[in-house]
């Protein structure tokens, strides 16, 4: 009896010990996203005591980075900062304006046989002047993170993939298209590039999500995941976000986000009322796993699929 007691007590000590250990790989997705969602919006603040009430100056904005740089560094991913000087717009303008000044942050997960091959999962982290931006972009952010939870626990990964943060969206898409720059200048080796804005609204319930400008060799494996987790898609051809840059660069592209042509997106977008308290995390959480699965089939099942098709 007295055995039995002291093993219970050593079990109880032990897991007090390990619990906060592994209590946050533990906690259900959706907790995770909503601490990235409400740390980025300004609902919370994290260890450093900042609150961030918008991500627009270069100070807020380097607040976030740090912040994003310490949850890659929790899931073992080392983040690397892309520093760009992007000229104006229109030449022009050059002469009255300085060059846009920015910093994308990007890290890199490995595939685990060699590959020369690069996926790419990119949202954009600024928002709108005095705009917490939760909508509008936390969500992205929340949502590449639960997708990366999940992809580091595949131990057969055939291609690398790229995780990228990027500056100025709401710039007229400076930091995605110095980025896009940034790839062809060092030679990667682009097997397709997803982006992601704004998908923590469903007005309407139904689940829907927009597929944007999508490469004919990448929607089958969104297609195929939408049906078997009943989730309706439609396809759009137009929209302001980041997936632009690098169609315009030459790549496969994606884009990922809630009904906006529908007209089904937040009605708080670029605005002060864009808050944590608007966000729909069940959306956010379905439409994670929805992308955890195409990206998991795409990295480690494209040469089955297409010697099966």
């Known amino acids: 009896m007295l055995r039995t007691l002291l093993i219970f007590l050593l079990l109880v000590f032990l897991l007090g010990i390990w619990y906060p250990i592994f209590g946050q790989q533990a906690q259900d997705l959706s907790f995770t996203q909503q601490d990235i969602v409400a740390y980025l919006s300004g609902e919370k603040t994290a260890n450093d005591r900042h609150l961030l009430k918008a991500r627009t100056t270069a100070a807020e904005r380097r607040i976030a980075r740090l912040y994003l740089q310490g949850w890659m560094e929790e899931l073992q991913v080392k983040a690397q900062e892309h520093d760009y000087l992007q000229p104006n717009l229109h030449p022009a303008m050059d002469f009255l304006l300085a060059p846009y000044r920015g910093t994308n942050l990007y890290g890199i997960l490995p595939a685990h046989t060699e590959s020369p091959e690069y996926v790419i999962l990119g949202a954009h982290y600024d928002s709108k002047l005095g705009c917490p931006g939760a909508v509008d972009n936390a969500t992205g952010i929340a949502l590449i993170f639960g997708v990366l939870q999940k992809l580091v626990r595949i131990e057969q990964r055939r291609k690398n993939v790229l ?16 980025f896009a720059q940034f790839l062809q200048r060092e030679e990667y080796d682009v ?39 009943n989730i309706p898609v439609y396809i759009s051809r137009g929209g302001s976000t980041d997936y632009q840059s690098f169609l315009k660069a030459g790549y496969g592209v994606i884009g990922v986000n809630e009904a906006v042509s529908k007209g089904d997106f937040s009605p708080y ?11 729909n995390f069940s959306y956010l959480k379905q439409v994670t796993n929805f992308v955890s699965a195409t990206i998991s089939d795409l990295i480690t099942k494209e040469d089955d699929y297409y010697e099966s098709n």
């Open 163 to 178: 995780i990228v943060f990027f500056d100025q969206e709401e710039e007229e898409l400076i930091g995605s298209t110095a």
């Open 191 to 229: 097997h397709s590039v997803h982006t992601f804005d704004m998908v923590g609204w469903d007005g309407d319930g139904n689940g829907e999500v927009e597929l944007g400008a999508p490469s004919p060799f990448l929607l089958p494996f969104y297609e195929k995941q939408a049906e078997r987790l």
């Open 269 to 279: 977008k670029d605005t002060p009322e864009d808050t944590y308290d608007r966000v």
